[in-house]
Nanobody
Framework: QVQLVESGGGLVQAGGSLRLSCAAS?????????MGWYRQAPGKQRELVAT???????NYVDSVKGRFTISRDNTKNTIYLQMSSLEPDDTALYYC???????????WGKGTLVTVSS
């Protein structure tokens, strides 16, 4: 059974940086998954932040382009989200996702909270 554990969230001032990590377990072939980060702010729907394919192709929501970088280490079954120039609007619970390419089945982590103070 696939399990995802996020870490690295916390409280940071506007303009600061954080690096989120997501460790995947229970996956035999990590490269069979497209990995992603999503976030959900209070009172809002969950939204896509960034995704990365097994080959390293990335996709970002417009609001984070140029500020956030998603990466993956296929040897460690881990993905990262480097967040810079953080803004109060980035405050949210950040979730890691793993979508098996063939089946389309998506697994979610429990989230890590990022709070950006102004």
């Amino acid at each position: 059974q696939v399990q995802l554990v996020e870490s690295g969230g916390g409280l940071v001032q506007a303009g600061g940086s954080l690096r989120l990590s997501c460790a995947a377990s229970g996956i035999i072939f990590f490269k069979a998954y497209t990995m992603g980060w999503y976030r959900q702010a209070p009172g809002k729907q969950r939204e896509l932040v960034a995704t990365i394919t097994s080959g390293g192709t990335t996709n970002y929501v417009d609001s984070v382009k140029g500020r956030f970088t998603i990466s993956r280490d296929n040897t460690k079954n881990t993905i990262y989200l480097q967040m810079s120039s953080l803004e109060p609007d980035d405050t949210a619970l950040y979730y890691c996702s793993a979508r098996q390419v063939v089946s389309g089945i998506t697994t979610w982590g429990k989230g890590t909270l990022v709070t950006v103070s102004s």
